[in-house]
């Protein structure tokens, strides 16, 4: 393979029955007007499960303990391929309000947003674990 792919890291931030989810603006170049969670580019030097925590605090103000990767896909984007890493992660501080266009979404709700569709099958797996919790 001569191009290397670009490795995104999303954050998957869960509490309380809730997910963290953001609307991406109408405009953008890649995705307009789809959800996603919080996540972006890994740096060179940086863990991808650094990365997903840094991006969520830079996106949705939100600082967050990261821990297991949930997830792997891969997809294109205008630069070349892509591999994303979906991190499950959890907020430090339940009580943050997370900055728009960011807000906790009820996890049963997922099935009713627009997502890219790299997205798909973490948000299968989100829905699936937690449709057998009490609360």
Do not use: C, Y
Request: no cysteine.
């Amino acid at each position: 393979m001569d191009m290397a792919s670009l490795q995104i890291a999303v954050a998957i931030v869960m509490h309380d029955g809730h997910v963290l989810v953001g609307q991406r603006d109408s405009l953008a170049e890649n995705t307009a007007g789809l959800h996603e969670f919080p996540g972006g580019k890994v740096e060179p030097g940086e863990s991808p499960a650094a990365a997903a925590a840094r991006e969520t605090l830079e996106e949705a103000g939100i600082v967050v303990r990261v821990g297991a990767m949930l997830d792997a896909a891969t997809g294109s984007a205008r630069s070349g391929p892509i591999d994303i890493l979906f991190f499950e992660a959890a907020p430090l501080d339940p009580a943050a309000l997370p900055r728009p266009p960011f807000a906790w979404v009820p996890i049963a709700g997922l099935a009713n947003l627009s997502f890219p569709q790299a997205n798909d099958h973490v948000i299968r797996r989100v829905m699936a674990g937690h449709s057998g919790q009490q609360h």
